[in-house]
């Protein structure tokens, strides 16, 4: 078994490290680790059974729909809306572009459940404003690449969908419940970490918006933001599942998109083909994440891990610091949702046998690598983030620093303050 083991670990890290992408080097690995103990046929046979297996479920059909619903919002008008009226709301005060960033990231993350969509379309519409009024470059992409995560966590999520499957089947009601206190306070510490800045280089407060500016751009944006009511309303309701709200978005979205009239065919084409292409990457990096965690549970990796860190302490506190920890360190160089699907099953039992709620763990864990998604080498957002900019990684590390340093504490607080995560899905139990 150790041998297994070593094998499947070594032979991933290395293939990450000569540049194999992700999904190749899950899959690759697996295979590799299996060889050793199984013939070749039945280990080719198991891993594409697993693969297939794994996508054999109703609930990841949503995955596909809030794709493109995301892509349908970010070409479709819905996030200069947002903006305008973040900008009407808040944009008078000191430095406000840097709130407007983060509340629009917030508003369009939510309702496109989508860091990369988020960071994409806020950061280039934003971008050129903030030059124009002398802001740094530097500090605008990394408030834009931090704020762009609060929408995995902020409903409806995708990898809040993939960690529902991972764990067995934790209501993704209670789930896209739990995120939104925990969502918003990432937002609020990382608005507050932007009035230390704004106060450092003492920038001056903006022009004031009349109430008609604020009343016709919130009436303009109303029924983007009507969106996040229909989806989640609908799910916390019973009226349909998550899958069902996915196909709903879409519908809401296309129509919105027709009224504003910022999408012609030729668009729609590209939405289309852009959609595709996202979903098979995801789809695929689920598959091959399915397959390493079946061959994990064949090599009895959870139960040596859960023994290994119960061994160290049975202190709830101090397992979930560890985990958190080794958490952090694996969202440096993996993606959020093989993460999920990988590590899940390896953590969930061991935090649960401590009476860790998995709703609440959930939140932790989506928290933890969405920290990843903003470090080098592998994080996408940051990339994004950076190319939108026109900047360097280089540059930017230097003002994410603080803002990491705000997301860990934030995400220290969900870990040792349940209620955070518990408190909207009790009150709607």
Same mark, same amino acid.
């Given at each position: 078994?150790?041998?297994?083991?070593?094998?499947?670990?070594?032979?991933?890290?290395?293939?990450?490290?000569?540049?194999?992408?992700?999904?190749?080097?899950?899959?690759?690995?697996?295979?590799?680790?299996?060889?050793?103990?199984?013939?070749?046929?039945?280990?080719?046979?198991?891993?594409?059974?697993?693969?297939?297996?794994?996508?054999?479920?109703?609930?990841?059909?949503?995955? %596909?729909?809030?794709?493109?619903?995301?892509?349908?919002?970010?070409?479709?008008?819905?996030?200069?809306?947002?903006?305008?009226?973040?900008?009407?709301?808040?944009?008078?005060?000191?430095?406000?572009?840097?709130?407007?960033?983060?509340?629009?990231?917030?508003?369009?993350?939510?309702?496109?459940?989508?860091?990369?969509?988020?960071?994409?379309?806020?950061?280039?519409?934003?971008?050129?404003?903030?030059?124009?009024?002398?802001?740094?470059?530097?500090?605008?992409?990394?408030?834009?690449?931090?704020?762009?995560?609060?929408?995995?966590?902020?409903? %409806?999520?995708?990898?809040?969908?993939? &960690?529902? !499957?991972?764990?067995?089947?934790?209501?993704?009601?209670?789930?896209?419940?739990?995120?939104?206190?925990?969502?918003?306070?990432?937002?609020?510490?990382?608005?507050?970490?932007?009035? @230390?800045?704004?106060?450092?280089?003492?920038?001056?407060?903006?022009?004031?918006?009349?109430?008609?500016?604020?009343?016709?751009?919130?009436?303009?944006?109303?029924?983007?933001?009507?969106?996040?009511?229909?989806?989640?309303?609908?799910?916390?309701?019973?009226?349909?599942?998550?899958?069902?709200?996915?196909?709903?978005?879409?519908? &809401?979205?296309?129509?919105?998109?027709?009224?504003?009239?910022?999408?012609? !065919?030729?668009?729609?084409?590209?939405?289309?083909?852009?959609?595709?292409?996202?979903?098979?990457?995801?789809?695929?990096?689920?598959?091959?994440?399915?397959?390493?965690?079946?061959?994990?549970?064949?090599?009895?990796?959870?139960?040596? @891990?859960?023994?290994?860190?119960?061994?160290?302490?049975?202190?709830?506190? @101090?397992?979930?610091?560890?985990?958190?920890?080794?958490?952090?360190?694996?969202?440096?160089?993996?993606?959020?949702?093989?993460?999920?699907?990988?590590?899940?099953?390896?953590?969930?039992?061991?935090?649960?046998?401590?009476?860790?709620?998995? @709703?609440?763990?959930?939140?932790?864990?989506?928290?933890?690598?969405?920290?990843?998604?903003?470090?080098?080498?592998?994080?996408?957002?940051?990339?994004?983030?950076?190319?939108?900019?026109?900047?360097?990684?280089?540059?930017?590390?230097?003002?994410?620093?603080?803002? &990491?340093?705000?997301?860990?504490?934030?995400?220290?607080?969900?870990?040792?303050?349940?209620?955070?995560? !518990?408190?909207?899905?009790?009150?709607?139990?």
């Amino acid at each position: 078994m150790i041998i297994e083991i070593l094998i499947l670990v070594i032979s991933f890290i290395i293939l990450l490290s000569i540049g194999v992408p992700v999904a190749w080097s899950i899959g690759i690995s697996c295979l590799a680790a299996l060889l050793v103990s199984v013939d070749s046929l039945a280990t080719f046979t198991t891993v594409a059974q697993r693969m297939a297996t794994g996508l054999d479920s109703f609930s990841l059909l949503a995955i %596909p729909f809030f794709i493109l619903a995301g892509q349908i919002m970010n070409q479709g008008g819905i996030a200069k809306r947002l903006i305008s009226f973040a900008k009407a709301l808040i944009g008078s005060l000191p430095g406000g572009l840097i709130y407007v960033n983060v509340i629009a990231s917030m508003l369009f993350g939510a309702i496109s459940g989508s860091a990369v969509a988020a960071a994409s379309a806020i950061g280039g519409i934003l971008g050129p404003h903030m030059e124009r009024e002398n802001y740094s470059k530097e500090f605008g992409a990394a408030i834009n690449v931090t704020s762009s995560t609060t929408g995995l966590i902020i409903p %409806p999520s995708n990898v809040l969908i993939v &960690y529902s !499957l991972a764990s067995g089947g934790v209501s993704i009601a209670s789930l896209f419940l739990a995120g939104y206190i925990p969502g918003i306070l990432m937002g609020l510490a990382l608005m507050l970490m932007g009035t @230390v800045w704004i106060r450092k280089k003492k920038y001056p407060a903006g022009e004031r918006s009349t109430l008609k500016l604020i009343s016709s751009t919130f009436l303009v944006a109303l029924p983007s933001l009507l969106l996040l009511v229909i989806v989640i309303g609908g799910i916390v309701l019973g009226v349909f599942t998550a899958t069902e709200a996915s196909g709903i978005a879409v519908l &809401y979205t296309l129509i919105l998109a027709t009224i504003y009239k910022e999408i012609n !065919l030729k668009k729609l084409y590209n939405i289309f083909l852009s959609s595709i292409g996202t979903t098979a990457i995801v789809l695929l990096l689920i598959a091959t994440s399915m397959s390493m965690s079946w061959v994990m549970s064949f090599e009895n990796i959870p139960q040596t @891990v859960s023994e290994l860190l119960l061994g160290l302490s049975e202190n709830k506190y @101090v397992i979930l610091l560890i985990i958190n920890l080794l958490l952090l360190f694996v969202g440096t160089f993996m993606d959020i949702t093989p993460a999920v699907l990988i590590f899940t099953p390896i953590f969930l039992p061991v935090v649960e046998n401590l009476g860790v709620d998995p @709703v609440h763990f959930g939140m932790i864990m989506v928290m933890n690598l969405c920290v990843g998604l903003c470090t080098p080498p592998v994080g996408s957002v940051l990339f994004i983030g950076v190319g939108v900019a026109k900047t360097s990684i280089q540059k930017v590390i230097k003002p994410l620093l603080p803002l &990491y340093v705000v997301m860990f504490i934030v995400l220290l607080m969900i870990t040792f303050i349940p209620g955070i995560s !518990l408190w909207l899905p009790k009150l709607f139990e």
